[in-house]
């Protein structure tokens, strides 16, 4: 098994910055990709960003320029700093993880979420 636990969330007014964090935590082989996706009331849940363990990354168009998507292996930590933030960008924010675990002597992917933390943008 695996926990993700985020923090960093908050509420900021438009143009602040905040940066969000995720520790991995428990028994595997490797983290593969580790993002964030975000999910506002009454739309579904987006990628925000991805990040693998080569350091290629992937951004969602309307974040691109503003938020940076950066991890530390050695911590098992996955960072989102979030700069320029707008109104739309009020969300919950889920860090996800896919882990290489052994299962059954096998290696496998597992695919495994954080609780959430609210990111609230106030105009």
């Known amino acids: 098994q695996v926990q993700l636990v985020e923090s960093g969330g908050g509420l900021v007014q438009a143009g602040g910055s905040l940066r969000l964090s995720c520790v991995a935590s428990?028994?595997?082989?490797?983290?593969?990709?580790m993002g964030w996706y975000r999910q506002a009331p009454g739309k579904q849940r987006e990628l925000v960003a991805s990040i693998t363990s080569g350091d290629n990354t992937n951004y969602e168009d309307s974040v691109k320029g503003r938020f940076t998507i950066s991890r530390d292996n050695a911590k098992n930590t996955v960072y989102l700093q979030m700069n320029s933030l707008k109104p739309e960008d009020t969300a919950v924010y889920y860090c996800?993880?896919?882990?290489?675990?052994?299962?059954?002597?096998?290696?496998?992917?597992?695919?495994?979420w954080g609780q959430g933390t609210q990111v609230t943008v106030s105009s």
């Open positions: 996800n993880a896919i882990v290489e675990a052994i299962n059954f002597g096998m290696r496998r992917n597992f695919n495994y």
């Open positions: 428990g028994s595997f082989f490797r983290i593969n990709v």
